[in-house]
T-cell receptor, first 113, second 112 residues
Framework: QQQVKQSPQSLIVQKGGISIINCAYE??????FPWYQQFPGKGPALLIA?????SEKKEGRFTISFNKSAKQFSLHIMDSQPGDSATYFC????????????FGKGTHLIIQP | DVKVTQSSRYLVKRTGEKVFLECVQD?????MFWYRQDPGLGLRLIYF???????EKGDIPEGYSVSREKKERFSLILESASTNQTSMYLC???????????FGDGTRLSIL
């Protein structure tokens, strides 16, 4: 049973556009929702994270929107750049972060120059 | 800067062998994790540890065991390797229960 569903599987966006990746979860005990960015040959790196007490968090060009009632959260990349081309994973866990993360299946993002 | 080091980038083993994957972190982190990453499946948690000599099963522990004898080192053991364990293995660590997980660059393991 997949507990975090991520879409789309792949995404092509023009340079300067907005990239949007969506995730939905089932476990209402989840209380931590990070996004990871992974480049080929590298491990995932934390991009931005949110907890359910806020509906939005912004760091530079990256924004997480969180909808607790719908059990959904999304990543928005504003002014997308070719250097943003990577695989993005949403994740979630409960217990304040001590436990392992449950990951979505990933989105392969390509930013066309 | 946090550094999580996995001892091998690539490893080729044969079916039935006992395989050890090593992970070391240099930031005195309490928690350590092992995941496997497969195309189209994302990352899946195998085992994690929140203290020396402590371990907890993740979502897919079958066929694996772990060892944490020192705080900085977390080993993943494939007791009798099988071809379906061919995968990318990622180690991660976090300082405590409210801090993010930091990942190593992975070990690509092939079982022939």
């Amino acid at each position: 049973q997949q507990q975090v569903k991520q879409s789309p599987q792949s995404l092509i966006v023009q340079k300067g556009g907005i990239s949007i990746i969506n995730c939905a979860y089932e476990n209402t005990a989840f209380d931590y929702f990070p996004w990871y960015q992974q480049f080929p040959g590298k491990g995932p790196a934390l991009l931005i994270a949110i907890r359910p007490d806020v509906s939005e968090k912004k760091e530079g060009r990256f924004t997480i929107s969180f909808n607790k009632s719908a059990k959904q959260f999304s990543l928005h990349i504003m002014d997308s750049q070719p250097g943003d081309s990577a695989t993005y994973f949403c994740a979630a866990n409960s217990g304040g972060g001590a436990d392992g993360l449950t990951f979505g299946k990933g989105t392969h993002l390509i930013i066309q120059p | 800067d946090v550094k999580v080091t996995q001892s091998s980038r690539y490893l080729v083993k044969r079916t039935g062998e006992k395989v050890f994957l090593e992970c070391v972190q240099d930031m005195d982190h309490e928690n350590m994790f092992w995941y496997r990453q497969d195309p189209g499946l994302g990352l899946r948690l195998i085992y994690f540890s929140y203290d020396v000599k402590m371990k907890e099963k993740g979502d897919i522990p079958e066929g694996y065991s772990v060892s944490r004898e020192k705080k900085e080192r977390f080993s993943l053991i494939l007791e009798s390797a099988s071809t379906n364990q061919t995968s990318m293995y990622l180690c991660a660590s976090s300082r405590d229960r409210v801090q993010p997980q930091h990942f190593g660059d992975g070990t690509r393991l092939s079982i022939l």
